[in-house]
């Protein structure tokens, strides 16, 4: 599942042929990854499956969302990715994950959404990330996201975050009275 952003840079998400002769060795729990040419040094990793989720406290990566991610080029050898993962090592929630590249290395992984935590603006908790809903995740040249989700109650949204501040804010939520009405 191939994306790309507005340089040409092409991100995808792809399957490793199962081997032991790889380091590490590929093996059905480790065989998926969202691959980028963020970085500007050609294609580098940004995060496998059974990775260690950065900041977490241990939860792994159990499944990458299918066509979930988004990317931004911020400078020749810098990018920004948003992308969607599945947990697993002591949580099974789903969280849509931030990522700065340096050079070719991924220098940071920041949570935007989580599974099962407060919606800033909307007075419940995100439900399940990684669904059709939330496969519209975009990115705009800044670094800054929207991305749409659901609720524990059933209600969608649509939330932003800032790329200075990584402050969330919901833009708007099922119920809502649209802009120039009165319902």
């Known amino acids: ?10 991100t995808l998400f792809a399957s490793l042929l199962q081997s032991g002769l790889s380091s590490p060795a ?8 969202l691959w980028s040419e963020l970085g500007g040094t050609g294609f580098q990793i940004l995060i496998r499956e059974d990775d260690t989720i950065p900041g977490l406290g241990g939860p792994k990566v159990d499944t990458l969302g ?11 050898t810098t990018g920004e990715a948003a ?3 599945g947990m697993k090592n002591g949580s099974t929630d789903t969280a849509l ?23 800033p603006g909307a007075g419940e908790n995100f439900s399940g990330l990684n669904n059709n809903v939330t496969r519209s995740t975009r990115m705009d040249a800044q670094g800054n996201v929207v991305f749409a989700a659901g609720l524990a109650s ?3 949204g649509i939330w932003y975050q800032d790329q200075t501040t990584k402050a969330v804010s919901k833009t708007v939520l099922t ?3 649209a802009p120039g009405t009165t319902a």
């Open 26 to 33: 590929t093996t059905a729990d480790n065989d998926t990854g």
């Open 66 to 76: 299918y066509g979930c991610f988004a990317t931004t080029r911020t400078s020749a």
């Open 175 to 177: 119920g809502d009275a």
């Open 83 to 85: 992308f969607i993962v």
């Open 154 to 156: 059933g209600k969608t």
């Open 1 to 10: 599942i191939p994306g790309i952003n507005d340089d040409g840079q092409v």
């Open 97 to 119: 994950l931030r990522t700065s590249v340096v050079s070719s290395d991924t220098t940071a992984v920041g949570v935007i959404a989580r599974e099962n935590t407060a919606a």
